[in-house]
């Protein structure tokens, strides 16, 4: 069974500050990563995907990926109070990568 | 911009009634996705298809059913309601293995 794991949280950090969101995998098949914010009552809406190892920045969002540690993580920098959100991880199943395994997500609060 | 819409926000039925979940995408993806989230579970693949009348089960198919007649179409039936699928209905669209994108989804009550 494939797995994604995400701490729950909440997480809760003030304005400004970074903000660390971790997502662990268990299949080392897995191709690509993205990175989803879900607003409470709203559908996911996608923020951040990665394919390689290292880091890609899009504006104030860094996701990370290192496939050896199956680890993938997203950093927002400069917090705002707007991000607060439960953050998704979802990883490409292997062969049938068309399939996303989701995480249950992260709550992020940012407090003002 | 993709764009997946789905025909109801809300949607109330009663217990053993057919129910019809429509979505439909204008991007042109082949694949399309049927999830239910709800608190503590997380999303749950319970559909997917990959092509035009092609489908395949996920993870809870029980109790639903699919219909995919068009490449812009995909629909997810409840053949008898039951108050175990109330939740929310979350459509999903993609090209190839890239990024899923969603519809704003439907909360349906089933008493």
């Known amino acids: 069974q494939k797995e994604v794991e995400q701490n729950s949280g909440p997480l809760s950090v003030p304005e400004g500050a970074i903000a660390s969101l971790n997502c662990t995998y268990s299949?080392?098949?897995?191709?690509?990563f993205f990175w989803y914010r879900q607003y409470s009552g709203k559908s996911p809406e996608l923020i951040m995907f990665?394919?390689?190892?290292g880091d890609k920045e899009d504006g104030r969002f860094t996701a990370q990926l290192n496939k050896a540690s199956q680890y993938v993580s997203l950093l927002i920098r400069d917090s705002q109070p707007s991000d607060s959100a439960t953050y998704l991880c979802a990883v490409s199943s292997g062969g049938s990568n068309y399939k996303l395994t989701f995480g249950k997500g992260t709550l992020l609060t940012v407090n003002p | 911009d993709v764009k997946v819409t789905q025909s109801s926000r809300y949607l109330v039925k009663r217990t053993g009634e057919k129910v019809f979940l429509e979505c439909v995408q204008d991007m042109d993806h082949e694949n399309m996705f049927w999830y239910r989230q709800d608190p503590g579970l997380g999303l749950r693949l319970i559909y997917f298809?990959?092509?035009?009348?092609?489908?395949e089960k996920g993870d809870i198919p029980e109790g639903y059913s699919v219909s995919r007649e068009k490449k812009e179409r995909f629909s997810l039936i409840l053949e008898s309601a039951s108050t175990n699928q109330t939740s929310m209905y979350l459509c999903?669209?993609?090209?190839?293995?890239?990024?899923?994108?969603f519809g704003p989804g439907t909360r349906l009550t089933v008493t």
């Open positions: 298809s990959y092509d035009v009348k092609m489908k």
């Open positions: 999903a669209s993609s090209s190839g293995p890239a990024a899923q994108y």
């Open positions: 299949d080392r098949g897995s191709q690509s």
């Open positions: 990665i394919y390689s190892n």
